[in-house]
């Protein structure tokens, strides 16, 4: 009975330590010449998120100082994931942070944080 009650905590310990992963949001978005996809990605203020970049044809870039993302992120062909919460609401427009050719002046990923 006692190792019963011993597993049953170790249990219930194991399940509290476990991160909390129901309410995370993860996003993916993808770069090519010369557009994000999605263009617009919305996201919850004061609420961890996990966005996760994927180039699929030439190398971009994004920072987002906006919701916290200060430095620049190469995006290559290789995911790059980044976590993030914002801590305003609004409609924030990113711009590709790396020099891709003719259309990067007009890459850009809208971000709107919503209550
Ligand atoms: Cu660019």
Known sequence: MKIISIALTLGLAAALAAPVMAGEQSTTVYAK???FTPGTITLKVHQRAKLVFV??????????????LNKVIVIGNKPTTVEVTPQR???????????????????????????
């Open 89 to 115: 609401t609004g409609n924030f427009v990113a711009r590709c942070a790396v020099y891709c050719g003719i259309g990067h002046g007009s890459m850009l990923l809208k971000v709107a944080v919503i209550k």
């Open 33 to 35: 010449n010369f557009a």
């Open 55 to 68: 180039g699929t044809q030439g190398t971009h870039g994004i920072t987002i100082p906006e919701i916290g």
